[in-house]
């Protein structure tokens, strides 16, 4: 950490700065400029994490070296993260792109087994469906519950695909684990820190939605609250941010992807159902986002949109899925990987 | 609801909008315009909340017409709501502007009184602290728990001052309400539909702090689930969103406090502290605050921020906090109410 | 145009209303719901576009339904544009990808004769060169002007490389078209509407970059200003727009093309070495434009990024960008296209 | 600056980065953490500006500690400066807050009277209004040029009220300096770099609006530009930034007046009516500008919006700007100011 001294900082300024480092074991390095005096923490940075010490007297900024997180950096885990979900062919960060797909919410046993029945025969081996829904509108459809979640344990047991569904009360976590393969953190809970906490005690693969205004950093420090409890099968997807456009419902940052490889080993899957918003933008993204380099797709698919409970504007039938599959498998052997 | 068809739609499409639209009790009123034929949906378009119109074929776009939300409008109740948090003197949406002050975090008994021993000779009548912290990393202090709520239910205890603290968790409810006597939704959480349900539920005043990147409409949604439970004791308070500016922390939008006025009922106060993350901004912006109308203000206040757990930077000094308080008793005189 | 009526508005306000419509030679659709009047405006609603309908008593809303640009959306010209710069194996917009690269700023002679002599070899047909920078600082490199054109111009001599070079003021449209075989809009100007005149009125394509924080609406509206002039060779460029993210220099908007791919005729190329800001995230980002759709890159790409004048960081040196190349290229091909 | 190396660099790399900091006439002062070396340059920094560090090998970050601009900052000229644009009374930085007011686009020599006339009484001193109309549709109303500046020249020689008005294109300087008191730079001008460059040359003083996403920093360095080339009467002025917000055309930064009254010695004014776009909203922040210690006001004013070319719905009527200059005035009494 470097702390950067006002121009006019007093003598006495400078030694409280230098004393608080020692204090907390850290050694103080003074470099006196022309034009400010700076002075650099010798040793772990991370003690000082939450001493303010721009509130010191004649400190002018505080200029963080070392990235925040620990467990989730690339720094600290060279090589790729692989999660193996369950038995041979579901692992995520491998060189096999996955791809999970369904409807925004499970709505009814009927309709959700024949999405999937169009799903299976593409080789999707993960379902994804909402049992508990978050929804902006209190007097929207909030989910089946416990019932959902029986109607897609059902179709995992016809068809051998895995389930996905998200968490939205720490009360229901035995009750998702009893049915859930991955379990799904949203973007509107991606800082809710007790979630996270509750997530991170569990022995699930858990996949986290990046916030709708989260820096890639407050992205890795969720995850890393996730992992600091002891799970680290964390999958990190990014499904649009907000910005001014209005004519997508989010705007992807696609560059998460490349970025997100850099600054970590866990995988990175995309979302580019909830990112634009529209069905009729999202296999443009899908490919893009292979060619990226994501480790998977999640992708809404719904067998007649018009009549979906939840996001059916952003719902890919099942023959516009079916096309998107094909033309994402030819990019991902353009980038040496399969789909 | 406006559906407006594309300039290529089919005879069958246009049928089935209508058709759609009437199943649903609606009626439907056609205008063939040069360019478009657009059709208005006559009678109560929230049955169109959750109809993805847009995904029916020949449909170009869908405009509503009806905010989203009821309870928390205006156009419902007309007059300010003013919510009596105990007794006289504490009344929040009336003409006399409530100060809520105090630290991040309960750090300890001592401190707190301190800190408290500060405010109430200024005539704050609130005392806000965090026992339960969100916090971005899991390494930083997440709150004393029960022991802090008790320290805070002390200091009313001897200088009569309510207590505002926060809910992070659903199972925190009961505790919280103890000891409480405004809960607060924090900014993390204004999407957190389960701890909004469980507010609902309670007979609490609630303050619910608008999200980082929340429109107006979705933090109004946030009310609204709240008040759709029975607890329409609901306080909104703006508190900085996100944007591309970093030399503060977040960027205050004041003009939230006019346009809230117009649509909502609702008393709305402001957190400044949080907004801009520096304290030596946060007296331009409470001036500011009260100038353009809001019900009251949200200050950090600390006596030693060099030695604060959390947010000491934006915390401020009880001398500048003395002379904040002085400042805006003369702005709000200057707008017609007392502070 | 649909205008809506407060729910208290009076009878003299409707009537104002449809009055003013039919002064404007539209006629007035009422529709009388149960909660609100609106009036759909039938016949061009483009008169209307700087009328201040919502300053009318009794309006409540006014929400346009047809898009604000003619000569540039793909209702008024269905197929796509494809320009042709000079000759043949020089089209934008056609089924080969092109490429345009080239430093940043033209900096001296042999620099950018080293520069092109490592592009040309992989078939890349543009060069780009500023001669005329923009620069946020008033004390940075400002380029070479006219004798940076003859650099640029000697290459094309050399190599039968075409010119890419940025106009900045309007009294240099002359001397650059002297030189240059496509005019850039810098993303700065993208809102110069002198300037959108200025290159309305001359005879050569011009790559028009989409401002920090412009909508594709505005970026479409900017589009238009140069057609209206009678220039239709007009290249969208999407190059990244601003958000709260501060690890990349800006949030490259993907979403973009497939996006204006619908709303516009035009070809549409993409500049992630501006998006980014880092040459390490480049490749990743030039392989989803490729697969997203795009007819065009443009990349800067330096010999020694450490000695450039300006973008050295987002600069790729000449191997990473051929290694990008072959990568782009095995994309393109998965997508149909060339490179 | 603060070079930070990479965990991993080589001792060449290092060795490269302190040979280039003393080419440039640096010294280089090594700092070796545990987790990080960092290098800082002493001497001034600015002559870094250019040079792209982060392409060195090893070089994992650069952190510039000192300000880009100079002549703008407060360090360099500890005082306000306080612009007289013409004889007493009309200092533009002083105690008196000024208020500039009138229609956005000059639409005849009547009606501009007329809403002069509303004006001059209140003791408004500056008359702002368009001649030159920066317009985001081509086909809309974009000034009446060199008449229109005639007729604001009208009413100064009528009622003293000096002129504001904008300049778009540096072809208009001379004109424009015939008849204008006050030349603006508008928002989409802000990093129009000639422009700046222009009115950097003159001897007015220049309202430099900020553009729609432009850092607080990058306003600094846009005025810097105009102060480089010799003309230091830049007059700030907020407008309202672009962030996700729909209900508002731009959101205020009020935030923008403390923080930039620390940073620079120049003056700042406030445009509400371009912030929020809508006439309800004006008064209320118009109070808060004058709350947070705004220099000046700037304030659409139409006697009809519903008939006004340009910027009908933000415009307030003459009564309701009379009753916002009188509650503005309060509010400036209650800060010790006069309006």
Redesign the interface.
């Known amino acids: 950490m ?1 702390i ?1 001294m006002k ?1 006019d900082h007093l003598a006495e300024d400078l030694n409280r700065v230098v004393t608080r480092l020692e204090e907390l074991g850290l050694k103080a ?1 003074l ?6 005096t ?1 002075v ?7 003690v000082l ?2 001493i ?5 007297a004649g400190v002018e ?1 505080v ?1 963080p ?2 990235k ?1 997180y620990k467990l989730a950096s690339r ?1 600290f885990k060279p090589e790729n993260t692989v999660i193996r979900v369950n038995g041979a062919g579901t692992e995520i960060g491998g060189r096999h792109i996955q791809v999970i797909a369904g409807p925004c919410a499970v709505e009814s046993r009927e309709v959700l087994e024949e999405i999937a029945g169009t799903l299976h025969p593409l080789d999707v081996r993960f379902l994804r469906g909402g049992a508990f829904k ?8 909030q989910g089946w519950g416990e019932k959902g979640l029986k109607y897609l344990a059902g179709v995992r047991e016809k068809t051998g695909m895995l389930v996905v569904t998200e968490l ?4 229901d976590t035995v009750l998702l684990c009893k049915y859930a393969d991955i379990i799904q953190i949203g973007t ?2 991606m ?4 979630l ?2 509750e997530v991170g005690n569990i022995d699930k693969p858990v996949i986290l939605k990046r916030g ?2 989260a ?4 992205f890795l ?2 995850a ?2 996730i992992m ?2 002891g799970n680290d099968k964390v999958i990190l997807c990014e499904r649009g ?8 419902r989010n ?5 998460a ?3 997100l490889k ?1 600054l970590t080993h866990l995988p990175v899957i995309i979302d580019p159902s909830h ?2 918003g529209r ?3 999202v296999p ?2 899908a ?7 994501a480790d998977g797709l999640m992708v809404e698919v719904h067998v007649r ?9 952003q ?1 890919l039938r099942p023959n516009a899925f079916a096309a998107m599959m094909e ?1 994402c498998r ?2 991902a ?3 040496g990987r399969t789909m």
Chains 1, 2, 3, 4 share one sequence.
């Open positions: 470097i950067v121009p390095h470099s006196a400029g022309e034009q400010r700076i650099g923490a010798i040793g772990d940075e991370r994490r939450d303010p010490l721009e509130s010191l900024a200029v070296i070392l925040p720094e978050p929804r902006t509108s209190p007097y929207s459809f939205m009360d720490p009360r509107r809970n800082q809710n820190f007790r996270l906490t709708l205004c820096t890639i950093k407050e420090m969720s890393e609250y600091a409890q941010v907000r910005t001014f456009e209005t004519e997508t705007t992807l940052d696609l560059s992807v490349p970025l850099q990112a634009v069905a009729d933008l443009a993204m490919r893009a986002a292979v060619a990226a380099g949109p018009e009549e979906a409970l939840s996001d059916g504007p719902s033309e030819r990019v052997e353009a980038v």
